[in-house]
């Protein structure tokens, strides 16, 4: 038998480190005992740890708990919010939104506005007007169109106004961050993952409907981009001699009768549901999260007639705007995978 490797003492203390700081992020400050109950690590390892963390200016003493007893055991330890700041960035038709967040997730700023002129110049105003003096640690852009996986520019252009190839390559040259792009759907579906109706859900679709069309594709807990990063594209599927992005627009919707406008959603879900059994199919966008579960009640009965697996459909939870939540999301993981140090 080959002889198993153990993980060195360095990698120990990386994985037990991004273990604590996971912890704190999930639970708020934490205090030493309650570290060592929640991670099983021993007082030692755990008083070493909590050393190292402030050390490299990750956490600090937040408090002492409410106890009598003065001492180690009596503070409270939590992350340092301002270590790092990250940005989404939702650049869609007429405007960009933009949201700064902390290392915690708490937003720290937002501003919007019309979009015209340079797409650099632009970006990059709104970024400065948000963060105000905090520098930024990663930006995420949610945009649509087919984002190609491994260069992050998009295969072929958007109807963004002004937009144009190399632009990712121009924000990181002028923001000197790392900027990243990802199609808005996508970055939707990720805040429906963390906080919306798809949370215990490893396997859904969402749809998005509304001025645009779109799905993004969920699997085994993780995002599918497919190898051009098309996966999703619904919108040029054709269902009954027209292409599905002009059946079930906002324009659309609002001349439709319901019972209507829900079978024309089944018969697009169904070629989900047919090909992958995704077992959720979610209703995001302005039509899907505005017709609520009346609607979305509607088209799993048609679905039932289309597609033999049992799906559920339910409508979007997520308040306020899914792209900009989905792109702060994913700022932070990038962010904290680097200045944590160990990937979770």
């Known amino acids: 038998m080959g002889s198993m490797k153990t993980a060195t003492p360095s990698t ?44 490299s200016g990750l956490v600090e003493v937040a408090g002492e708990s409410g106890e009598d007893r003065r001492g180690p055991n009596a503070r409270i330890y939590g992350l340092v919010a301002g270590r790092a700041h990250v940005a989404g960035v939702d650049l869609r038709r007429d405007t960009v939104h933009v949201t700064v967040a902390d290392l915690t997730g708490r937003t720290v700023g937002s501003a919007g506005r019309p979009i015209g002129g340079d797409l650099v110049d632009l970006v990059e105003g709104v970024l400065g007007e948000a963060a105000g003096r905090r520098s930024l640690d990663t930006v995420v852009v949610g945009a649509p169109g087919l984002v190609a996986p491994r260069e992050g520019e998009l295969v072929s252009s ?11 390559a121009s924000w990181r040259e002028r923001l000197g961050v790392p900027v990243v792009l990802e199609n808005e759907v996508n970055l939707a579906a990720v805040a429906e993952a963390r906080g919306g109706v798809a949370q215990n859900a490893e396997d859904f679709v969402l749809l998005w409907l509304g001025d645009g069309v779109g ?42 009768a319901r019972t209507e406008f829900a079978a024309r959603i089944a018969k697009g879900a169904a070629a989900f549901v047919s ?49 900009l939540q989905g792109a702060v999301l994913t700022a932070l ?7 944590f140090g160990v990937s979770a």
């Open 215 to 256: 799905a993004a594709v969920v699997l085994g807990g993780r995002l599918r981009r497919g190898a051009s990063g098309g996966a999703g594209e619904i919108g040029y599927l054709e269902v009954d001699g027209t292409a599905f992005c002009n059946l079930v627009t906002s324009a659309v919707a609002r001349g439709l």
């Open 275 to 323: 090909l992958l059994d995704p077992g959720l199919v979610v209703l995001g966008g302005e039509c899907g999260r505005d017709g609520g579960e009346e609607l979305a009640e509607e088209v799993a009965a048609r679905l039932r007639d289309l597609a033999p697996a049992p799906t559920e459909v339910r409508a979007s939870t997520v308040a306020g705007d899914p792209v």
């Open 12 to 55: 120990a203390r990386a994985i037990n480190d991004r273990l604590a700081l996971d912890l704190l992020l999930e639970r708020g400050p934490l205090s030493a005992p309650q570290l060592r109950s929640l991670t099983g690590l021993s007082r030692p390892t755990v008083s070493d740890l909590i050393e190292r963390l402030i050390d």
């Open 333 to 339: 993981d990038l962010t904290r995978d680097r200045v």
């Open 158 to 168: 958007n109807d963004v106004p002004g937009w144009r190839s190399g632009l990712v």
